[in-house]
């Protein structure tokens, strides 16, 4: 009778300890299988966000309009505040992380990314070099980019006003576009050199993720262009902007320069602005160039890039 009872006990110890192992692999797998779900989650969140947010920046851009421009996609009809119902996200106007390469604030914006709010454009104004743009391009490889062109000498002019404005550089005007002329380097010289900031971007990026944007038909035609560069981008929901100008449009006093420091300036510039003429496939209807063939257009993409100047 003893053994037929220890026997019994043992086939019931055996299954409790069973039931017990059980037990605890469930609760083991349960929570595997659970944090495995969050991380695949957020990965597909991740991915999710990737392929959402689309990555638009200004190519130069500097002193020729691109505050004003960005004012027209990202904020409200008066341009004062960042548009909520808008499907930008909101990451300040100019983030330059590529050239700062203090990238949190545009990771940031892109975590944010959703359904509603899912174009990222960094406005930078200062963008122009293969090292910046070799950065922007490992980051976003799909990134499009939107290149505000203005008459080459006045965008020199407003560019030397701003820095008295801003800066409180307010040397002889004269002066500092000999000093320009005889340097012809640095940020102010290179963001008016537009042919050879396009050869740049083209170089690595296809015609059609590149719009070229003529900063003299914004005034006049600010509504038109606004649409064709969110059409450009992707957005799909329409837009009502009102002209207005910025930063030098408020300045008192806008210095100007001599007629013959203007002619030294355009002769020096000319090579360049037939250049951009070739890659972009039209002229520029600019006062000082031949106008052969100019009319008066707003946007465009520029053409493939020549195998013999991809070649240089």
Known sequence: MRR????????RNY???LLVCCAVVLVVARHSVRAGLEQSSDKVREQRRANQCQAVYFWGGGKAGS???????????DGSAWDPSGEFVDAGKEVCWAESGAARLWDRAFAECDSEHWIALD????????????????????????ML?????????????????????????ETRVREL???????????????ALLRVLLEAVPPSRVLIVRTEALSASSQDITDSVLAF??????????????????VAVYRDISAEMRAALQRALAPDAELLFYLVGRR???????AAGADDWHVAHPTPLPPLINAR
């Open 123 to 146: 406005a930078c104004p200062r963008y122009r070099s293969r090292q910046q743009l070799t950065a922007i391009l490992t980051k976003h490889p799909d990134a499009k980019f939107v």
């Open 149 to 173: 062109v203005r008459d080459p000498v006045d965008r020199i002019v407003s560019h030397l006003n701003d820095d008295c404005r801003r800066g409180g550089n307010c040397a002889n005007i």
């Open 233 to 250: 981008v992707g957005a799909t929901r329409n837009k009502q902007v009102r002209a207005h100008r910025s930063n030098n449009g408020r």
């Open 67 to 77: 505050t004003t421009l960005a004012t027209y996609l990202k904020h409200g009809e």
């Open 15 to 17: 299954w409790l300890r």
């Open 181 to 195: 002329l005889q340097r012809r380097s640095g940020v102010r010289w290179e963001l008016s050199q537009f042919g």
């Open 284 to 290: 520029f209807p600019w006062s000082w160039v031949a």
């Open 4 to 11: 037929r009872i220890s026997f019994q006990a043992k086939i």
